[in-house]
Nanobody
Framework: QVQLVESGGGLVQTGGSLRLSCAAS????????MGWFRQAPGKEREFVAA????????YYADSVKGRFTVSRDNAKNTLYLQMNSLKLEDTAVYYC???????????????????WGQGTQVTVSS
């Protein structure tokens, strides 16, 4: 049994910052890369960022490069997404997920992830 719980979402103005957290329980963090996805109303769920299990490698969608930073604290079983310079188009429900083993972190495929959190709403306003 594994569980992923996102938190930290909320309302923020354009240009502002927000940090999302994903608390993991069970064996979710054991030798597993993790990722963040988001889904805006009327749109498909899209890849945001990923990080290897040892935090040695990261991968970002072009839309968030230079603005978002993914990190993890394995001792606390927690994944983070620091979001800076937020834009209106960043508004979405954000999900954390565990990546399936044996696959490069440089993948944007939803099917390459097997466990998902419930999501946390991020709303950016002007």
């Amino acid at each position: 049994q594994v569980q992923l719980v996102e938190s930290g979402g909320g309302l923020v103005q354009t240009g502002g910052s927000l940090r999302l957290s994903c608390a993991a329980s069970g064996r979710t963090f054991s030798n597993a890369a993790m990722g963040w996805f988001r889904q805006a109303p009327g749109k498909e769920r899209e890849f945001v960022a990923a990080i290897s299990w040892s935090a040695g490698s990261t991968y970002y969608a072009d839309s968030v490069k230079g603005r978002f930073t993914v990190s993890r604290d394995n001792a606390k079983n927690t994944l983070y997404l620091q979001m800076n310079s937020l834009k209106l188009e960043d508004t979405a429900v954000y999900y954390c997920a565990r990546k399936r083993g044996g696959i490069t972190i440089a993948t944007i495929r939803i099917a390459d992830y097997d466990y998902w959190g419930q999501g946390t709403q991020v709303t950016v306003s002007s």
